[in-house]
């Protein structure tokens, strides 16, 4: 079975579209997410404009602030000190990544945490880890649990989970996450001795390494439910370039029992996440 992430993301964002309606009607308030761009990355303008759309699509007001890339680490502190006060606006995000002359854990810091709708202020990885109500949790891996639960239903308990990678944005909360759910989770990494015979074991297995098709068809335990994260840019055959995950697609999913595709799976899942968590930032604000 392949897991259809647009598919997932358009049923999301449906429900979303109703949430905001009803918000507005009951309390008068209609989200709003400003997203702070600094510098001309090609990949990221297009991700912000994805972001722009989709959240103007489901009835939300959408920002967008551009600034040139000399933009010093003070200047855009003000601009955050600025949104963070503004009433109207219930979610920053700052697209990642900054120009190197600006650092990154000042920037999340500096974002009031409840509108930190990427989940990364401290506050919020705190709140994850301790289990506690009204974390804004990173919208990558909270769209590798839902994209899981198609497959295998709400009921995750005792599932052995394994993750590859460890970052703070996709490995360690998609970890608590699995946690959470009631599974076993193992968290691997660069430094994990017999990776493969590790995720032999695994019934839901979670890739966010950033190395093209790195999870090999002998990895897999048959049946398994694989969520793919990564996003590569390759050559096809014809020197093209393509957008491949981290998983040995084609011969993975004759073993598996479940697989993301990329493009099309984790991808449309993170932006529709982006706007699930705009929406519980104009709750927590609003
Ligand atoms: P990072 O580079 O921050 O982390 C990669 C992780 O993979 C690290 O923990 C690293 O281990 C581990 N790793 C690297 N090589 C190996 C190896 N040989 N064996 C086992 N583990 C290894 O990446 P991110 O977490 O930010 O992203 C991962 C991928 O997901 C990327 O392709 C990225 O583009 C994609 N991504 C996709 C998103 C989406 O919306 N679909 C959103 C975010 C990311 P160690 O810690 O030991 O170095």
Redo the contacts with the bound molecule.
């Keep these: 079975m392949i897991i259809d992430g647009k598919q997932a993301a358009a049923d999301l964002r449906k429900i979303l579209t109703i949430e905001v309606a009803q918000l507005k009607k009951d309390k008068g308030v209609v989200p709003g997410l400003t997203v702070v761009l600094v510098g001309e990355d090609p990949a990221s303008e297009v991700y912000v404009r994805n972001k722009v759309k989709q959240t103007r699509e489901v009835g939300m007001i959408s920002n967008e602030i551009k600034l040139p890339n000399d933009t010093s680490e003070a200047q855009l502190l003000a601009v955050l000190q600025q949104l963070n006060n503004d009433d109207a606006v219930h979610g920053i995000l700052v697209q990642l990544p900054l120009p190197k002359h600006i650092d990154e854990s000042v920037i999340i810091a500096a974002i009031t945490p409840n509108k930190d709708v990427d989940g990364f202020h401290a506050m919020n990885s705190g709140r994850l880890l301790n289990g506690e109500p009204g974390a804004l949790v990173p ?2 891996p909270q ?1 590798c649990i839902m994209l899981t639960k198609k497959h295998l239903g709400e009921d995750l308990s005792g599932l052995h989970a394994v993750v ?8 360690k909360p998609v970890a608590l996450l699995l946690l959470q759910e009631n599974c076993t989770v193992t968290i ?5 001795k017999n ?1 493969a015979e590790v995720c032999q074991q695994a019934d839901i297995l979670i ?5 093209a098709h ?1 999870v090999q068809a002998s990895w897999i335990k048959p049946g398994a439910t694989i969520i793919d ?4 840019r390759i050559e096809d055959e014809n020197g093209k370039a393509k957008l491949v ?2 998983v040995d697609f084609a011969n993975v999913a004759a073993v598996c029992g479940a697989i993301t595709p ?1 493009p099309g ?3 449309p ?3 529709a996440c982006l706007l699930k968590n705009t929406v519980a930032a104009a709750r927590l604000n609003g």
């Design positions: 919208c990558t769209g590859i990678g460890r970052s703070n944005i996709v490995g691997a990494h660069s430094r994990t990776l890739a966010a390494v950033g190395r790195f994260v990564g996003i590569n995950g981290d990329v799976g984790v991808g899942m993170t932006i």
